[in-house]
Every structure is written in C-alpha cells, then in structure tokens.
C-alpha cells in the first residue's frame, strides 16, 4: 500500500462529505424547523464535552466500520453524515443568521470536519486499495501469478493504517469538543 491511496481515499472523503453538506443544506425546508427549536440553556463545560463526545465518537466509528464491508459501508455513511451537518448548518442559519453562526463555529468546525474526513479515509480505504489491486491485478500477468499472502499483507497494512488513522480522527474529535464546549460557555 503506498501513500497515494490514503490520499485518494481521503479525496473520495471530502468530494462525499462536501458534495452531501451543500446537498443536506440545500435540500431542507428549514420552515417548520426553525420555529420549533427552542435556544437551550448553556449547560457546564465538562457536560457540554461528554455530550459533543458521545455524539462524534460514535459517528467516526461508524464511518470507520467501512473497513469491515472494505470500504461500502463508509461510502453510504459519509453522505448521511454530510447531509445531517448541512441540513443542521441550515436551521441555524435560520435562527440565528450566518454571520452568527460563522461566529458561534468557527473554532471548532474545522476541528470536527477534519476528524470525521480522517475517520471516513479509514473507513474507505481498503476499497481504494483493493480496487487500485484488482485493476493493477487485471493488467499484469505476474500479479495473477503472486502468492496468496500478497493479500493479506495487503490487508494487514491497510488494517494497520486505517487504525492509526482512526486514532488520529478521534483525537481531533477530542481537541474539537474541548473547543466547542469551551464556545458554548462564551455563547
């Protein structure tokens, strides 16, 4: 596995996940929507953290899980996660206008973003690789000839880099909640 597939998987994660975020903001009728959210009462700073936790934690796993179904799993859960943030950017807009919502953000999206683009490059990974494989294994004679353990070292080294990338993607989500939660208390 060579560098190059961690970067092809990680531009096939940000063309999915900015493509779904415009779709998911585009898309919704904030309407109905924005009326009925109520602004909630800021809550402590370490229980604003659990919670930001126990949302995106869960999140980057899941998009991690593509490496069990080698990468299709990531490939419908990105979108999703694409189009829940855009459609969420588009009720705040509506409430509280975009140079508001620029303000109450900016410190922490980037965080967010990156650590679920780097928990979906883990999660479709192995299906670059292995795509990237097959097409390299249908033009050569002497890869059709290569030794069965040519996979699984295959796979070994994309297991290995997919869970070093997950442990990068969750320690960015850590930092980025401690932000967040850090905004929240100045909002």
Known sequence: M?????????????VLFIVSTVAGYLLLDN??????????????????????????????????????????????LLPLVGMFLGASMNVAVSIYGPGEVVARTVLYTPFEIAGFVVAATAGVLPLVVFTRRF????????????????FRQTL???????????????????VAAFVEGFAVLQV
């Open 135 to 150: 097409i390299a294994g249908a033009h050569s004679e002497t890869s059709r000839n290569a030794p069965r353990n040519s």
């Open 31 to 76: 309407n109905s929507l924005a009326s009925a959210i109520e602004p909630q009462k800021s809550p402590s700073y370490f229980s604003s953290v659990g919670h930001i936790l126990q949302t995106n934690v869960p999140t980057a796993l899941s998009l991690f899980a593509g490496v069990i179904t080698l990468g299709v799993a990531a490939l419908f």
């Open 156 to 174: 070994h080294s994309v297991l290995n880099t997919s869970l070093k990338l997950l442990g990068l993607s969750l320690v960015i989500l850590v």
């Open 2 to 14: 060579v560098k190059k597939d961690v970067f092809v998987a990680a531009v096939l994660a940000c």
